[in-house]
Structure formats: structure tokens, C-alpha cells
């Protein structure tokens, strides 16, 4: 019970209602705006005129009441009820079972416009209640739900400002005791049990049960479709139109004889004291002594009915001059709303009347530029200074005020109404999302916004949001201040949680910055980080379409120097993913392969470089890790030959006698020799290293097969297995156990590689045909099957010469004619004998003439002519 939600301040005096009647006690109230009536039992009607006077001792608001009339109704019962239309200028009266209007300013009744529209009173009336949510559009009435002292009905009416009219009248199954209306919906409380009916449909749905004999029931509307009812076991339950519960239930004394709810608290009323409580938590807020109580009422502001008068005025004023009316009433009514933590309602009246967000804002301390351009609307559109004024001092009224502005500003971004202020509406979002920690603070600012940098900074600072301060820094074009406060949070210097993966979002950054001043300055602290992750810097760079402005390869290599394991992976990018290609250097202009200590100098094109450099790397590596002391884990050293030996064997553009020079002599390197070897493509060598010296028989197999895949030559293969087959039977005695082995197993798996012929006339007579039977098996089959083959094809050879010398014989059309009188169009002497040679055409020639001159023969088809003579 730390909040002090409510004081309790005299009003009015009982001297100034009752005199010296002891009798004479208060039995209803009702205030509209500053005018308060009292109804007593002596079935008087009291009108005071109340006036807040702030204490000059205090500070504190205290009131003046000021009597200015009563009424003696005529009747002997109490005034069981009042309630004010100030739409109609009218107050409804119940008193001794008649409901009648009376004027609010003179409290004379108002007589009946005529007896057949129903008169201005109704009878037989035990409670009513007005409709919070009315459903007629008509300004100048209101609606009204009474509860008939017969026949167990609910009856609806319409009240006009001289007569009444019924609309619907509903059964209950019960007699109701206490009715609550809003729109459609009535909240009823029965003998045995509260329940809800919508008149217009007849649906109905009951909530709970409640004993109206033991106790005092209590429905009250606290907003749109929702009531507050008093259950059994002290609690205060909440029910919307559909009899669901969206709220916990408040507890509050078994003897609770009157509630009201002024959001976000329920006010309660028993013998002893009013008691607070929160409708957020629930909890108990404060309680105040308070003897005999005996009504409990809450009074608003008459907001709606306002703005049913102001539009109902609409068509007797000129159009311009009722807009500016309307909008002004409109946003009045939203900030009473708001002062009353109504946000939903507040939030509609300000959208209605085109609010001014800075309005709003300027409730907020601080949350302004330091140098705003705007003003208060004059006269002012609410009463309160601040939000510390309107909070009086309570922090959970502050933080839902706040929590509001955030949504309405959310909003009303980027829409007309905040088009003029929209600096002021991002900067001031900013302020909020990191005040009150909002997840759409990095959405902000990762948009495209107008935050201001002087004031939004101190913001984010302030509660250590500096990757979003980095964010501001980047909104205003200042990259190189934004990566000094990110490098900080990442050396931790600065802690902010926001990004665990900040260094990553840094290099990810510096990957797209088109700053290359600012990638060079940069890249240094990435790399001495993470070389794996900080080489992204120039892997995914390079990696783009677009090239313009990107770093030079070389110029990249230059700057990796001193990082040797960054230098690395950037060369096995380009080596070995993009597979870089670059045009010859212009000039002799030799490279220097450094890492570390080593320096080569090359006089190689660039592209050989980078691959010469990469070998180089990778060897220097190795070696490093040959020699360390204690001994390099094996699983790295492995690794790291496999990577230096997948390099030799598939590039052809790095220096291979550099490398030769620098593993000769390393007996622990052999394998890599034999690599080079072969791309100087002495076979004999790398051989002899991988049979005699490592003995590696799978190795040295593996060889012929790799040195030979990339030879254009088809027979490359057969001449390496039978160069590896002479080293096998030409090995020393003393191994000839292993190399018979393994030539047995090599020619078995490549049989068909080899030439059988040569291969039986060099094995030694003594070897066992049976471990040669596959070999000698495949060799068989491959011999007798190129023997079909071969016949196969001489077979289709001859039939395909016969189909042609038939085709040929098919296109001869007749006889050749020859004459002693016909030349020879190749020499044009005559023909003296038939042996003559027939052209295409079937142009005869001497056959001397065909073999001499036929390259040079054009037979002339209009030439020649065609005779029968012989």
C-alpha cells in the first residue's frame, strides 16, 4: 500500500445540506462538470456550484461549494436516484417508484409534450441506469435502462428533453434488482444470479451465481462492453458482453456496498474504509478510514455528450469555422482521456481531430529537441504541466503513459499528421525504444529515419544501447565513429549485450563499406581478432559481381604481410575458389614470395605468383610443424600435407623447381618430391622415390594414374605401369618378396593396361601361373576378343565395299559410247581401243589421261553431247 492514488476532500458541508436536521441524511448524488446535486431523504433535491481552490498552506486542490437552490420534489418517499443529461439540460429523478425529468438549472419538472407519446415520466420504477455506448445517433437524447416493480421486465427507453419513449421491453426469469447498460448489452443482477442479455437479439448468458439477500449486488460499467460485478467470497469480477473474464479478479471485503473504477484502479466502499486496488496486479494500493459510508460514485467529465452537442450544432455553423470547433473539442477529449489513463479512447479522439503529435510530446520532459520550433496550442488544450503533474508522482501511471506514446507515435509516423514534425516524432521514438528497452529501437534505426544525432546520442548512452548508437552514427554518415564505439563494446571496453555476434556484424560491415580508407584501418583490428572471420573482409568483397573500387589482389597480399595465417586463407581464395586469372605483367618485374622469415624472389607472371606463394606457404607450414618441438599434433600435420599436396597435384601454374629446391633433401617430404617430379614430368624419378626409397607401392600406383589422367597422350598410362612394372622386377633381392607382391596386385587391377606379350616375355619363369590368373584371364579375354573384333570389322568392311560397288552399278543409267570419231576430252585424240576410263557423267577418257590429269579434269556437262552411233 505504497500509492497514494486518492485524497479525500471535503465538498460540501452538512450544514450546507441539512441545517440542524439529525433525520436528514444524503441519499444519491450526481456532478456534471462543476454543478453538483445531492438528493436527500426528505426528498429534496440539492444544486451546489463546485469550484477547486488550490490551498496557498499545501498546494494540494481543495473545494468550494456554493448552494444555489433546492427543490422539494412533492413526493414523501427519498430521492432514490439521480443522474444529469447535459445534452438535454435535464436531470432523471427517481423518487418513490416515478421516474421523472426535471431542469437542470431551475429544478422545476418538465411537463409532458403529450399524453400519447408517453409522458416525461415513468412509473413503477425500482433502478435505471443511462447507456454508456448508446446506439441511437440522435445527439438530443439519451438512452436509459429501467427495472419494472412489475412483471419481472427490463424495460429501454429513449429520453428526449420533454418526453420519454419506450423501445424494447425484455422478461427476465427472475426480478432484477440492478441493471447496467451499454449498447445492446444489459449486465442484470438477479435474485440468484448475475447475468447478461443482449434486448435486441434475446441472447442471453449467465455468469455466476449471487445470493442478493446476503449481500448488496453491484454491477457497474467501467468501459466499452466490459462490467465490474460483485461476486461471492470478497471479489470484484470483471465480465465483457460474451460473459468472459479477460481480467484477474480484484479482492476486495465480504461487506463491499458500493465500487467504481477510475482505470487502472477499482475504488471500493464498505463500513470502514475505501479501499484501492490495482487492476494491473491486483494488490491492495491503499485503503482510507472512512466511518458509515453510504455511496460510492464516480463522475467523469461529460466527454460524449460534448461532442454529441458540438455536432449536433453542425448545420447552424459555417463549415470552415466547425471543423477548427470540432477538431478542438476532439482533442480536448482525447486529453481528458488520456488523464484518465483512457488510452484507447484517447488515442481515437486524437486521430479524429488531427492531433499535433508535439502536443502530446510536450507533456514529456525532455522528450523534445532541445531547440524545438513549436508552442502550446493557445488556450491550452488540457491543465497539466507535465506528466509528472498528471501522474502525481506514481511511476506505474508513468510507464503506461509512456507505453502509449510509443504506440500512438508508432502510428501516426509517417502519416500527414506527422509529416511536419517528423524529427521530432523519430527522435523522440528513439528516446523511448531505449528507455523503456522496446524491440523496435534497431528496426528505427536500421530504417530510413530523420533522429537527431546531438539529441538522440545521450539516449543511447545513457542506458548502454551502443550498437544502436553505432546505428545513429551510420543514419548521419559517420561509419568511422560508429566502428570506434563497436570495436570498443567488442574489446570490452563497453558492454552492451544487444549483439553477441557484434565482431561478425563488424566484418560483415566492412565487407560492403565502400570506404576503402576506412576497410584499410579497420581490417588490422579484424584480422589480430579472428583471421578466419576478419579474411571476409576481402573473400566476400572480391567475391561480388561488381569490381569497381574494390582492393587490388595485390595490393590485398602486400597488407596481409604481417598476418601470415590471414595471408594464407586470402591466397587458397583466390587459388583455389575463384580460381583467379590475371594478364602478364607488363615488364620484367620479379615477385618476392615471403612468410615470415623465408623470402624468394621469382621473376614468374602474376598468376603464377599467387600460386608459387600459396605452395610456398603451405610448404613452410609443414616444415614449421616437421620441426616443432614438443611434435605438432599428427591430425594437423596431416591435415596440413594434405593440403599442400592437393595444391601440387592439381595446379600447373606455381614454380615447381622453387619448390623442388626447397624439399630436396627433406627425407620426410619424398612424396611431395615425387609430386614435383612428375610436374617436371621425370617419371622415372618420382618413381624411384615412391618404389625404392618410401616403398609405397599404393602411392606409387596412385601416381601413374594421376600423372597420366591429365597427358593427352593415350598411351602416357601404358608406358608409366610398364615404367612401375620394371622397377618392381628390377628391385633389390632383398625385397623381392614385397615387389613380387606388388606386382602381382598391379597386374591384376590393370590387366588391361598392359601388353601381355611384353609382359610374360620379362616375368621370371619361376612364378606361379595361379597368382597371375586374373591377369592372364583379362589378357586372354582382351585377346581374343580384339580378334573378333578385328574380324568382326574386316566382315563390315567387306559388305560395306560390296553395298557400295552394288550402288555403283545402280547408277549406271546405259552404255558407254566410244568412237574412233570421238576424242578424248582430257588429250582430244580419238579412242583406238575400248579400255577406257568413265567419268562421272559417263564422259569416257584414255586411262593414261585419267591417272596423269584427273586433279585437273572440270567435265563440262553442256559439252558434252550423247550418240548412239559405235
Request: include cysteine; charged fraction near 20%; aromatic fraction near 8%.
Amino acid at each position: 500500500m505504497s500509492v497514494k492514488a486518492f485524497e479525500l476532500v471535503p465538498a460540501v458541508q452538512r450544514d450546507q445540506l441539512m441545517g440542524d436536521q439529525a433525520r436528514v441524511s444524503v441519499e444519491c448524488v450526481e456532478c456534471c462538470g462543476k454543478q453538483l446535486y445531492v438528493g436527500t431523504t426528505d426528498c429534496l433535491v440539492h444544486h451546489f456550484l463546485l469550484e477547486e481552490v488550490p490551498s496557498k498552506a499545501t498546494g494540494r486542490i481543495q473545494y468550494s461549494a456554493r448552494k444555489l437552490q433546492q427543490k422539494h420534489l412533492g413526493l414523501k418517499r427519498p430521492v432514490a436516484e439521480l443522474r444529469a443529461a447535459s445534452a438535454l439540460q435535464r436531470l432523471m429523478v427517481l423518487s418513490d417508484g416515478v421516474l421523472f425529468l426535471v431542469d437542470m438549472a431551475t429544478l422545476e419538472a418538465v411537463p409532458s409534450a403529450s399524453a400519447g407519446a408517453g409522458g416525461a415520466k415513468i412509473k413503477g420504477v425500482t433502478s435505471f441506469c443511462m447507456n454508456g455506448n448508446p446506439v441511437n445517433a440522435d445527439p438530443f437524447c439519451v438512452e436509459i435502462a429501467v427495472i419494472s416493480s412489475r412483471r419481472r421486465t427490463v424495460q429501454v427507453f429513449t429520453v428526449f428533453r420533454d418526453r420519454v419513449q419506450l423501445v424494447k421491453e425484455v422478461t427476465t426469469a427472475e426480478q432484477p434488482s440492478v441493471v447496467s447498460l451499454d449498447g445492446y448489452f444489459l449486465c442484470l443482477a438477479l435474485a440468484s444470479q448475475y447475468m447478461i442479455l443482449n434486448y435486441t437479439t434475446g441472447a442471453s448468458q449467465d455468469l455466476f451465481p449471487y445470493n442478493s439477500e446476503e449481500r448488496r449486488p453491484i454491477v457497474k460499467r467501467i468501459g466499452r462492453e466490459e462490467f465490474l460485478l460483485a461476486a461471492p467470497g470478497g471479489l470484484g469480477m470483471f465480465a465483457n458482453a460474451e460473459g468472459v473474464s479477460q481480467r484477474a479478479p480484484v479482492h476486495w471485503s465480504e461487506s463491499v456496498m458500493g465500487a467504481a473504477v477510475c482505470f487502472p484502479y477499482v475504488v471500493a466502499l464498505d463500513q470502514d474504509f475505501v479501499s484501492v486496488h490495482s487492476m494491473l496486479d491486483q494488490q491492495l494500493k491503499q485503503s482510507l478510514a472512512f466511518r458509515d459510508g453510504h455511496i460510492l460514485q464516480d463522475f467523469e467529465d461529460r466527454v460524449e455528450e460534448a461532442l454529441v452537442l458540438t455536432e449536433g450544432a453542425e448545420p447552424n455553423i459555417p463549415r470552415d469555422r466547425f471543423q477548427i470547433l470540432h477538431r478542438r473539442i476532439l482533442q480536448q477529449a482525447g486529453f481528458i482521456q488520456f488523464g484518465q489513463l483512457q488510452f484507447q479512447e484517447a488515442q481515437e479522439y486524437f486521430r479524429k481531430g488531427e492531433l499535433d503529435p508535439r502536443e502530446l510530446m510536450s507533456l514529456y520532459p525532455l522528450l523534445l529537441p532541445s531547440s524545438p520550433s513549436f508552442t502550446r496550442c493557445h488556450p491550452p488544450l488540457h491543465p497539466f504541466a507535465d506528466l509528472h503533474q498528471l501522474a502525481q508522482g506514481d511511476l506505474v501511471k508513468v510507464l503506461h503513459c509512456k507505453r502509449f506514446l510509443v504506440s500512438y507515435l508508432g502510428k501516426v509516423r509517417g502519416t500527414e499528421a506527422s509529416r511536419v514534425c517528423r524529427t521530432e516524432v523519430d527522435t523522440a521514438l528513439l528516446k523511448l525504444y531505449a528507455e523503456l528497452d522496446h524491440k523496435s529501437l534497431l528496426d528505427l534505426l536500421a530504417s530510413d529515419n530523420s533522429c537527431l544525432l546531438a539529441d538522440g546520442a545521450p539516449w543511447l548512452e545513457k542506458p548502454g544501447k551502443y550498437f544502436a548508437l553505432g546505428l545513429l552514427y551510420r543514419c548521419h554518415g559517420q561509419d568511422s565513429a560508429a566502428l570506434q564505439v563497436w570495436t570498443r563494446v567488442v574489446d570490452g571496453e563497453l558492454q552492451d549485450p544487444t549483439r553477441p555476434d557484434l565482431y561478425e556484424y563488424i566484418v560483415d560491415f566492412l565487407t560492403f563499406c565502400a570506404d576503402l580508407d576506412l576497410v584499410w584501418r579497420y581490417s588490422d583490428w579484424a584480422l589480430r581478432r579472428d583471421p578466419k572471420v576478419g579474411i571476409q573482409i576481402f573473400t566476400k568483397r572480391s567475391a561480388g559481381k561488381d569490381q569497381s573500387g574494390q582492393p587490388k589482389p595485390d595490393d590485398v597480399i602486400a597488407y596481409l604481410e604481417k598476418h601470415c595465417h590471414a595471408r594464407r586463407l586470402y591466397l587458397e581464395h583466390l587459388v583455389l575458389e575463384r580460381r583467379i586469372q590475371f594478364t602478364a605483367a607488363v615488364g620484367p618485374s620479379p615477385d618476392s614470395l615471403t612468410c615470415g622469415s623465408t623470402t624468394t624472389t621469382v621473376g614468374l607472371i602474376p598468376k603464377e605468383a599467387f600460386h608459387s606463394l600459396l605452395a610456398v606457404l603451405y610448404l613452410d607450414q609443414v616444415m614449421s610443424l616437421l620441426g616443432a618441438s614438443p611434435p605438432a599434433p599428427p591430425d594437423l600435420l596431416s591435415q596440413a600435407r594434405d593440403s599442400l599436396q592437393a595444391l601440387l597435384r592439381e595446379s600447373n601454374l606455381y614454380s615447381v623447381q622453387l619448390l623442388l629446391d626447397k624439399v630436396q633433401g627433406c627425407d620426410q617430404l619424398l612424396l611431395e618430391c615425387a609430386t614435383l617430379y612428375g610436374k617436371l614430368e621425370d617419371h622415372g624419378k618420382a618413381l624411384d622415390i615412391l618404389v625404392h626409397r618410401l616403398r609405397d607401392y599404393a602411392s606409387a600406383e596412385a601416381y601413374c594414374l594421376w600423372a597420366s589422367a591429365s597427358s593427352r597422350d593415350p598411351a602416357c598410362r601404358r608406358r608409366l605401369l610398364h615404367l612401375l612394372l620394371d622397377l618392381y622386377l628390377g628391385g633389390a633381392v632383398e625385397r623381392r618378396g614385397d615387389l613380387e607382391m606388388a606386382t602381382v596386385d598391379l597386374l591384376n587391377r590393370h590387366g588391361d593396361q598392359f601388353d601381355a606379350v611384353r609382359v610374360l616375355s620379362v616375368l621370371p619363369e619361376g612364378w606361379s601361373l595361379q597368382l597371375l590368373r586374373p591377369f592372364l584371364g583379362g589378357a586372354l579375354r582382351a585377346s581374343i576378343h580384339a580378334s573378333r573384333t578385328s574380324r568382326l570389322a574386316l566382315g563390315l568392311s567387306r559388305a560395306e565395299n560390296l553395298q557400295l560397288l552394288h550402288d555403283r552399278l545402280k547408277e549406271r543409267r546405259g552404255p558407254v559410247v566410244v568412237s574412233e570419231r570421238r576424242g578424248c576430252p582430257l588429250c582430244h585424240n580419238t579412242f583406238s581401243c575400248p579400255e577406257v576410263v568413265c567419268l562421272p557423267g559417263g564422259i569416257p577418257v584414255h586411262t593414261h589421261c585419267i591417272a596423269h590429269r584427273l586433279s585437273d579434269f572440270a567435265p563440262d556437262k553442256h559439252s558434252t553431247q550423247n550418240s548412239n552411233r559405235t
